[in-house]
């Protein structure tokens, strides 16, 4: 047995222990006072890149054909929300977020002069989500060799400045959305439960309402697969109120980060996770594609993500 079964085995027996037992019925109470799984629900976003068609119309149109409620855009609609928002609207699509990255790891930039138009670039980047009722922009506070500073000083500096930015997010009714990412991407910021304790302090400082911190996190299941011990567990930590997008994308097995079906992958363990904490916002496809044809594949991950749910 290894790591992730061993902590999804005891996670799984720990909710049911206090869940079903008679002879702890003030565990019980609590924990069955915060299990929202009756509220959950599976609503699928994918980028462009992974839907197929032979342009950006089909491949909106081929989302919402086969099960998709959301389109996930990239950095280049900032600036252009109305447009984008319009070819999502035309195929019967949301948006649901921006995927916008680090801003070549400006806003923690060990040059102090690139900071601060790091700073006003994500808030462009949130007034284009809050046009297009978008949940919120990804951020990556920095990949590898984008920053000298280190991780302490990374996280005072985003304490310094991320306050202001989440109550300008918040304004507006969309949010930063904090990306953890895996050891050979980044070194800063690698485990959900690490976002969301950073969520908890910006929020604190900011003085933002728990139904609109203006500050979140995500998790995606390529990089979780390296540096979580327990799917189930990270979503947990972070809760509903901190955990607002999930990235969809199978694991570090060959062939790595494809579709959800086309490698190893489990999701079951992550989604019992997200129903506990009655998530009902996206679970988006950043991946790509093993096989040759894509439109197939892309029918055959939807379905396989559907019995995964049903399983957790």
């Not at 959950?40 to 032979?54: N, W």
């Not at 919120?136 to 984008?146: D, L, M, T």
């Not at 904090?178 to 050979?184: D, Q």
Request: with cysteine.
């Amino acid at each position: 047995m290894n790591r992730r079964d061993f902590f999804g085995a005891g996670a799984a027996m720990g909710l049911g222990m206090a869940l079903n037992s008679s002879t702890n019925f003030a565990a019980a109470q609590t924990t069955a006072e915060t299990d929202r799984r009756a509220e959950a629900k599976l609503r699928i976003s994918s980028q462009l890149g992974p839907a197929p068609g032979k342009n950006d119309a089909e491949k909106l149109a081929n989302m919402k054909k086969y099960g998709c409620e959301a389109v996930e855009y990239h950095g280049g609609c900032v600036g252009k929300g109305k447009e984008h928002k319009e070819m999502a609207n035309d195929a019967g699509l949301e948006v649901s977020v921006i995927c916008w990255g680090s801003c070549n790891g400006d806003l923690c930039s060990d040059v102090v002069e690139k900071r601060q138009p790091g700073i006003d670039a994500l808030k462009r980047a949130l007034e284009t989500a809050a046009e297009m009722e978008a949940r919120g922009v990804i951020y990556v506070p920095a990949f590898n060799g984008q920053t000298k500073l280190t991780n302490q000083e990374i996280r005072k500096l985003l304490l310094e400045f991320m306050p202001e930015v989440a109550k300008f997010a918040a304004s507006m009714n969309t949010a930063v959305i904090f990306e953890p990412l895996c050891r050979m991407e980044a070194f800063f910021l690698r485990q959900v439960a690490d976002g969301a304790s950073l969520c908890r302090d910006i929020q604190r400082i900011a003085g933002t309402s728990d139904d609109n911190p203006g500050i979140t996190v995500m998790g995606d299941f390529y990089h979780m697969d390296t540096e979580e011990a327990n799917d189930m567990g990270a979503f947990i930590c972070a809760g509903k109120k901190y955990l607002k997008h999930v990235h969809l994308a199978g694991g570090v097995s060959n062939p790595r980060r494809t579709f959800p079906g086309e490698n190893d992958r489990n999701y079951v363990d992550g989604f019992r996770g997200l129903k506990y904490i009655g998530y009902t916002d996206f679970c988006s496809f950043e991946c790509g594609c093993a096989g040759k044809d894509k439109e197939e594949a892309f029918k055959k991950t939807i379905a396989f993500l559907r019995e995964q749910w049903e399983k957790a």
